[in-house]
């Protein structure tokens, strides 16, 4: 007994050499006893001595040591012994990675734990499961279990299991894609290791949080804790620990542009790992060491392919064949950093037939997948079809040579192959013959790996949602989660089932699928899980135009993603509240919430993620519209064209270039507008971008129409509404739509127009996409217009407005209520068309949408001013100019100051016209807009001739008694507006300002100059 109680003192203490001692004289002393129950203890002691010493090659004496207590107790009928005998066979399954084995033998453990209360026994066990479910990619259930064993630790364990739950507990959730809690666990532990001088497990704990930082991105972190870990390992003297932990620095230093710093630490790590005769550590720096070279400049693409066949070299020289395919691989995949698509192929299908050679199927289908990515990345049409013949061409050596093992693996490689071709059918129905091949192995862990390869979110690519294909594969998918019991996968189908609802118009379902996923990731305790479906609402609410919706559940997910410190997401999420922002015309706030994410992007060196938010401010700008927001929009997308050209980006370039494209056609400038349009439709068509492809030949055909390229117009919105309906756009579709009813219009073809219209119309009616039919009507109306049918179009009209007030959507209805002025002022009922403006104008304040506040009274002020009803035109132009105004469109308010001036000039007030007609000239000189600018100072010009005369009308005296200064600049208006007109080559303009001179000359009774003006 005194032997036993020494052991446990020693096991504590940390003294695993003492600890056997101590339990091999117990376990001596109680055999010659023939004591039973004593002989069971010993053993056990024994078993966790050895368990102790952290030697890998101890787990046979474990085991038999183990079992020979399982053995002893189970005769005495000893339940606790029994137990823990159970636990050390846990703890020996799990550490030479028989995770299976582990959870059933833990499952017995837990129970006897239980039966005879030992709460320090199921705590324990929990701790020692967790690698088991870890290994089993069980992160969830991971976590589950080292919260409960710490929960009882925290009552009545000792420090130093605590620390091994934390320490567990920060691994799960590292696995579960929560860095931020993983680093909040292992800093608990970090601390108690400290204290307990147990250096091993502070290092272990160490390479959690570096993992953590790397994985979220904090790379400051990892360099200034790697630099401290790097030291503990070279003080110890591990050399093994010292190169690992190289490794991930050199990881974040390439991460943070540091070429030259992750050269040197890649190639210090790949020095130590040559020394200490470390094969595959070796092989893997060897890839780091190229990654540098290549991020390195000074040295480029050239170096690191002779470093990785001096690799080759090497490794062929020794005669170590395995190491030397392994090398292969890194040459195969610099060529395909190099894009050389065609060697990187051939070159991993030379290691892939190496490992053949050898029976190594791990290896043969790590090169067969670097072959297929190599076929993948290629731009050519033929490279997935290549790709899908190289896998199908090894399926049939694997069946040939029976190797179930590498069947089963390359049905996986083969399912990612289908995906990457948009077939996700095909896909799921591959996982479905590839299951019973790993269950047949008995490989869970393959089965895992095999489903969550395939059944995600990026099974059913964008694009997609609406075909039955994507229905039916989603369906598949589930049966085969619920099969294996594959949560994540469940609730990554759910939300892929969720984006197909949505694009089949069935928002309520749509809406009960997302809440069955959130349930799950509820009940996973999958923080990110939930956050992503909170987001993913968000977007489809704003894609759906209810921007109320959009915002609450956008801030949410923003607010969700921040506290998880998932800074890559949360940037994604503010991009989804700058959007809705923007629609709903909170401009400001959406700047802001760009300047969020565009400051999270560049902290961790995203230049994707920056490029994609340069982008979002882009349209923003556009959503503001006006000539400054066109010029700010053209200078950002320059910035972000030149990031995705940067990454290689080609889908991105082209959104950058319709950005721009979009700039021209808001600025007029129709025929660059449609150059650089053709520009975005050819990287569009390069890399099979249909969504693209729409957005930039709807804006062709815009370009098009403004230039009066009728046959061009109509050639360009008939492409882009055909790829609209392809991908279910219902905003590319209602652009391509109106530009092609515009066009047919504009070339004499009302009848073709209404054709198209109404095919729409009924085309949209019948798959139900309301929001596509509501749009189809409006152009309906729109036509109807053209050929003065009012009734018809009235009546077209009446039905969309209903349809958008169904949708609540109200910035729709707007549009609806303006085009309904036009048909009121049609049939000559004015005050109808006063009181649908009237109306319009409410529900812009009240979505505050300022654009077409503005566009509703410039109307109404047109209206009244027609109707001789100044006082009120004036009132309404007014308003516009408050409107613009406040979206910050200075150059558009200016021009309806000018029409105020216009019209002050008209009423005879001169002072009112003077005082808006010099604001406008400021606001036109700092645009650098020279026509306007000169038409505000022949405003400026017939304003102060005006209040001149009417002096002369109102004193009746003689002119030359008069005061000269309206006249004289009167003249200095007309002379500034005269040079800019002929600078433009305006001559008719330039005529008048001629003519406005001669009235100022006559005003000042200097009839020489007058009739010199005149003639």
């Known amino acids: 007994v005194a032997w036993i109680l020494s052991t446990d003192v020693h096991i504590a203490q940390q003294r695993p050499d003492d600890a056997l001692r101590t339990a091999s004289a117990a376990l001596k002393l109680f055999r010659e006893l023939r004591h039973s129950k004593g002989e069971g203890l010993a053993l056990l002691r024994v078993a966790f001595a050895l368990l102790a010493q952290r030697q890998a090659a101890r787990g046979a004496a474990v085991r038999a040591a183990a079992l020979r207590a399982l053995t002893v107790a189970r005769g005495i009928a000893d339940r606790r012994c029994e137990a823990f005998a159970l636990y050390a066979l846990v703890r020996v399954s799990a550490e030479a990675h028989m ?64 620390a091994l739950a934390l320490q567990s507990l920060a691994q799960a959730h590292f696995a579960n894609d929560s860095p931020d809690e993983a680093l909040q666990a292992a800093a608990e532990a970090l601390e108690i290791f400290r204290e ?22 904090s790379l400051d972190a990892v360099v200034q804790t790697g630099e401290r870990a790097r030291r503990r390992a070279t003080a110890s003297g ?155 061409d090894a399926l049939s050596a694997f ?58 979110g990026n099974l059913v690519k964008e694009g997609m949602e609406s075909s039955d294909e994507a229905l039916r594969a989603v369906k598949i998918a589930l049966m085969l989660c619920n099969q294996s019991d594959y949560k994540q996968g469940q609730a990554a189908m759910l939300l892929t089932t969720f984006k197909i609802l949505l694009a089949r118009e069935k928002p309520e379902r749509a809406m009960q699928a997302a809440d069955e996923a959130l349930k799950i990731f509820k009940d996973l305790g999958d923080s990110h899980g939930e956050a992503e479906v909170v987001h993913m609402t968000a977007k489809a609410y704003l894609a759906r135009e209810e921007n109320k919706k959009a915002l609450q559940a956008a801030q949410q997910a923003v607010a969700l993603f921040r506290k998880l410190g998932d800074k890559k997401y949360e940037r994604a999420a503010l991009q989804t509240l700058t959007a809705t922002q923007s629609a709903r015309g909170e401009h400001t706030l959406a700047f802001e919430a760009c300047e969020e994410a565009l400051a999270l992007a560049r902290g961790v060196s995203d230049l994707e993620g920056e490029a994609k ?44 270039w319709h950005s721009i494209a979009r700039a021209h056609i808001i600025r007029e400038e129709f025929e660059e507008a449609g150059r650089v349009a053709k520009e975005a439709h050819r990287l569009g068509a390069h890399v099979g971008d249909l969504s693209l492809q729409a957005m930039a030949l709807s804006t062709l055909g815009e370009a098009c129409l403004s230039q009066g390229h009728n046959a061009d117009a109509i050639s360009a919105a008939t492409e882009a509404l055909e790829l609209a309906r392809e991908t279910s756009q219902a905003s590319s579709e209602t652009l391509a739509l109106q530009t092609l009813i515009g066009a047919r219009l504009a070339n004499a073809e009302p009848s073709e127009a209404l054709r198209v219209a109404k095919e729409a119309h009924q085309r949209a009616k019948k798959l139900n996409s309301t929001r596509v039919e509501a749009s189809a009507l409006q152009a309906v109306a729109k036509v109807c217009i ?41 049939t000559g009922q004015v005050e109808d068309a006063l009181r649908a403006a009237k109306d319009a104008t409410s529900i812009c304040r009240e979505v505050n ?84 600018e000169g038409q505000a100072w022949w405003t ?19 002119p030359a008694y008069l005061p000269k200064e309206d006249p004289r600049e009167a003249l200095q208006a007309a002379v500034k507006a005269r040079a800019i007109f002929r600078q433009t080559g305006d001559t008719t303009m330039e005529m008048e300002m001629l003519n406005t001179a001669a009235n100022a000359y006559l005003a000042r009774q200097e009839y020489r100059d007058a009739l010199r003006m005149a003639d």
């Not at 307990?196 to 991105?217: C, F, R, Y």
């Not at 299908?349 to 190599?374: H, N």
């Open 99 to 162: 995770p299976e084995q582990a959870l059933k033998l833990g499952s017995e453990a837990g129970r006897l734990f239980c039966d005879v209360e030992e709460r320090l026994g199921v705590a324990a066990l929990l701790t020692a499961l967790c690698g088991a479910h870890l290994e089993l990619f069980s992160a969830e259930a991971a976590v589950s279990a080292a919260q409960d064993a710490l929960s009882t630790l925290r009552e009545v364990g000792d420090r130093m299991s605590r």
């Open 196 to 217: 307990l001088e147990d250096s091993k497990s502070e290092d272990a704990t160490l390479m959690t949080v570096l993992k953590a930082n790397l994985a979220k991105g």
């Open 238 to 392: 591990d050399r093994h620990q010292e190169a690992v932990v190289l490794r991930i620095l050199a990881k974040a230093y390439l991460g943070k542009q540091m070429s030259e710093q992750a050269l040197s630490t890649a190639r210090e790590a790949l020095q130590i790992f040559k020394e200490l005769g470390d094969k595959a550590g070796e092989s893997a720096m060897v890839q780091m060491v190229i990654n540098a070279e290549m991020a390195d400049e000074k040295i480029g693409p050239s170096k690191a392919l002779e470093t990785a066949r001096e690799a080759v070299q090497r490794f062929k020289d020794e005669g170590d064949r395995e190491n030397e395919a392994k090398a292969l691989q890194t040459v195969a995949k610099t060529h395909l950093a190099k894009k050389e698509h065609h060697r990187a192929a051939r070159v991993a299908k030379d290691a892939q037939s190496i490992l053949s050679k050898l029976g190594d199927t791990s290896g043969e289908i790590a090169m067969l997948q670097t072959a297929v990515d190599a076929h993948l990345s290629r731009p050519d049409r033929e490279g997935p079809e290549d790709a899908l013949q190289i896998v199908l």
């Open 399 to 456: 069946r040939d040579r029976d190797n179930i093992q590498g069947e089963a693996r390359g049905l996986q490689v083969l399912a990612m192959v289908y995906v990457a071709k948009k077939e996700p059918e095909a896909a799921v129905r591959v996982v479905q013959d590839a299951v019973p091949l790993f269950r047949e192995l008995c490989d869970k862990k393959g089965e895992m790996e095999l489903l969550q390869s395939v059944i995600n």
């Open 613 to 656: 938010m340069l982008q979002e401010v882009c349209k923003t700008h556009l959503a503001k519209g006006g000539r400054e927001a066109a010029d700010s929009t053209t200078r950002i997308a320059k910035e972000s064209l030149a990031l995705f050209q940067k990454i290689g980006d080609r889908s991105g370039e082209g959104a950058a």
């Open 786 to 826: 053209h050929i003065r049918a009012p009734s018809e179009a009235e009546q077209a009209l009446t039905a969309a407005q209903n349809i958008y007030r169904k949708l609540k959507d109200k910035q729709k209805e707007v549009a609806v209520l303006t085009t309904a002025v036009e048909v009121h002022l049609l």
């Open 849 to 932: 949408d300022k654009r077409q506040e503005a566009h509703v009274l410039e109307l109404t002020a047109q209206i009244h001013n027609e109707c001789g009803e100044t006082k009120e035109a004036l009132d309404a132009a007014k308003g516009m100019v408050s409107a613009l105004q406040d979206l910050g469109d200075r150059t558009a308010a200016a021009q309806a100051q000018q029409s105020i001036a216009s019209m002050y000039l008209e009423t005879g007030d001169s002072n009112e016209a003077l005082k808006f007609a010099k604001e406008a000239v400021i606001v036109f000189q700092t645009a650098g807009d020279q026509w306007a």
């Open 940 to 958: 400026v010009a017939k304003a102060l001739l005006q209040r001149h005369n009417a002096r002369f009308e109102d004193l009746q005296v003689s």
